[in-house]
């Protein structure tokens, strides 16, 4: 590792203690990272359930994960000022824990704005050290109505112009980052990372039934579920030839699973097997027929990847960032929210998925890669790095 430049990542989402999930692709991206860097990862988190600064350090898979668990205000009005002194603790307690175990980074990455840009925009200002964002965020979409607040606003175009490049993981988030205003002359697209483990073949076990498999973090706005349920309860009014799983957990779980049940469908139509691991979810995709996503918006959708990697034919709305990767030799695309044509789709991929080239779809797959997409990132910091020198 000492021969390797050390890579600082910013994130105000990360796996943590209370959620496994929450920045998964970030993490991702680090691991894929550390493949040619030294790269170590800070994460600070408000906590209810602590009355200090709780530090911990842990290293997974290559990467140093750096954690400052701090007290979260419960005196509402203080709170806002008290959070950000806390925030601020946090981060020099985190940093100072770091300069303990290894060298000063040579580039940082600020993963998810804005508090992690201006974490990164400050040591560019004091110890000369070029950052870079990546954007996953879908409050730039015209869809999304989240991205507000005149200083927030003010903060983000100011950490974004300062940086040293800025990367989206999709052109579709690029081109709402400059509609909004976010302007930066080094913008790049770098995607998300699929697991190695995804790309090492499996045999499908037979089964009788087409299955379809739905895989997401239950969120109702973003995934439309709901409109997604109805169209599988008129499908099984139509055949019964196919099974339908879904894969994940989130704010919207319970809801949707009762919304499920007012329709119908019960465990013997629709599985909802919860949170797996990715491992699982690896395996489930492998023994499925088709991949569904009806999704109203999407920055770049991880499962749509790994679809792709392994093989699987898809049903997704035609989405932008979506489009982008997806053609019609993968899979079948309807217009968003429209119930009458996904419902058409699925009947016509239940009789055709054998149809589509397994092959095809892998080989279309292979650009998300850890290998691939970490050298990807390597190389926009080295030139980063190159360009800070002169």
Same mark, same amino acid.
């Given at each position: 590792?000492?021969?390797?430049?050390?890579?600082?990542?910013?994130? @105000?989402?990360?796996?943590?203690?209370?959620?496994?999930?929450?920045?998964?692709?970030?993490?991702?991206?680090?691991?894929?990272?550390?493949?040619?860097?030294?790269?170590?990862?800070?994460?600070?988190?408000?906590?209810?359930?602590?009355?200090?600064?709780?530090?911990? &350090?842990?290293?997974?898979?290559?990467?140093?994960?750096?954690?400052?668990?701090?007290?979260?205000?419960?005196?509402?009005?203080?709170?806002?000022?008290?959070?950000?002194?806390?925030?601020?603790?946090?981060?020099?307690?985190?940093?100072?824990?770091?300069?303990?175990? &290894?060298?000063?980074?040579?580039?940082?990455?600020?993963?998810?704005?804005?508090?992690?840009?201006?974490?990164?925009?400050?040591?560019?200002?004091?110890?000369?050290?070029?950052?870079?964002?990546?954007?996953?965020?879908?409050?730039?979409?015209?869809?999304?109505? %989240?991205?507000?607040?005149?200083?927030? #606003?003010? *903060?983000?175009?100011?950490?974004?112009?300062?940086? +040293?490049?800025?990367?989206?993981?999709?052109?579709?988030?690029?081109?709402?980052? *400059?509609?909004?205003?976010?302007?930066?002359?080094?913008?790049?697209?770098?995607?998300?990372?699929?697991?190695?483990?995804?790309?090492?073949?499996? %045999?499908?076990? @037979?089964?009788?039934?087409?299955?379809?498999?739905?895989?997401?973090?239950?969120?109702?706005?973003?995934?439309?579920?709901?409109?997604?349920?109805?169209?599988?309860?008129?499908?099984?009014?139509?055949?019964?030839?196919?099974?339908?799983?879904?894969?994940?957990?989130? *704010?919207?779980?319970?809801?949707?699973?009762?919304?499920? #049940?007012?329709?119908?469908?019960?465990?013997? $139509?629709?599985?909802?097997?919860?949170?797996?691991? @990715?491992?699982?979810?690896?395996?489930?995709?492998?023994?499925?027929?088709?991949?569904?996503?009806?999704? /109203?918006?999407?920055?770049?959708?991880?499962? *749509?990847?790994?679809?792709?990697?392994?093989?699987?034919?898809?049903?997704?709305?035609?989405?932008?960032?979506?489009?982008? $990767?997806?053609?019609? $030799?993968?899979?079948?695309?309807? @217009?968003?929210?429209?119930? $009458?044509?996904?419902?058409?789709?699925? /009947?016509?991929?239940?009789?055709?998925?054998? +149809?589509?080239?397994?092959?095809?779809?892998?080989?279309?797959?292979?650009?998300? %890669?850890?290998?691939?997409?970490?050298?990807?990132?390597?190389?926009?910091?080295?030139?980063?790095?190159?360009?800070?020198?002169?």
């Amino acid at each position: 590792m000492q021969n390797k430049p050390h890579v600082l990542f910013f994130s @105000p989402w990360y796996p943590n203690r209370y959620d496994n999930m929450l920045g998964l692709f970030v993490r991702k991206h680090a691991e894929a990272v550390a493949r040619f860097a030294e790269v170590s990862v800070l994460y600070l988190l408000a906590d209810e359930n602590v009355k200090t600064f709780d530090c911990i &350090t842990q290293t997974t898979n290559g990467v140093r994960e750096i954690y400052v668990y701090f007290p979260f205000c419960q005196n509402k009005l203080f709170r806002r000022l008290s959070q950000l002194l806390n925030y601020w603790r946090a981060y020099r307690k985190a940093y100072k824990m770091l300069l303990q175990q &290894t060298s000063q980074p040579v580039c940082c990455q600020a993963n998810i704005l804005t508090k992690s840009g201006v974490l990164a925009y400050l040591l560019k200002k004091k110890y000369h050290i070029p950052y870079v964002v990546m954007e996953q965020w879908c409050r730039y979409l015209p869809e999304d109505k %989240t991205y507000k607040g005149f200083f927030r #606003k003010r *903060i983000t175009e100011k950490v974004v112009k300062e940086a +040293d490049a800025v990367m989206a993981v999709s052109d579709f988030l690029k081109q709402s980052m *400059i509609r909004r205003g976010l302007k930066n002359n080094n913008y790049q697209v770098v995607r998300n990372v699929v697991d190695d483990f995804f790309y090492k073949r499996q %045999t499908k076990l @037979p089964h009788e039934k087409c299955r379809i498999l739905h895989v997401s973090c239950f969120e109702e706005c973003s995934k439309n579920m709901c409109g997604m349920l109805r169209v599988v309860q008129q499908l099984f009014k139509q055949r019964d030839d196919f099974e339908f799983v879904m894969i994940g957990n989130g *704010i919207d779980y319970e809801q949707t699973r009762a919304y499920a #049940k007012t329709l119908d469908l019960g465990e013997d $139509k629709v599985k909802f097997l919860g949170e797996k691991t @990715p491992q699982e979810v690896c395996n489930w995709f492998y023994q499925s027929d088709v991949f569904l996503l009806f999704s /109203n918006y999407e920055t770049d959708s991880v499962v *749509i990847s790994e679809s792709l990697a392994v093989g699987c034919p898809i049903v997704s709305t035609h989405i932008e960032a979506i489009a982008e $990767k997806v053609s019609d $030799k993968e899979g079948v695309f309807v @217009p968003v929210a429209d119930e $009458k044509a996904l419902l058409e789709a699925l /009947n016509f991929m239940i009789d055709h998925y054998h +149809d589509f080239d397994v092959e095809n779809i892998r080989e279309v797959g292979q650009q998300y %890669t850890c290998e691939y997409i970490g050298k990807q990132l390597f190389n926009v910091y080295k030139n980063v790095m190159d360009k800070s020198k002169h």
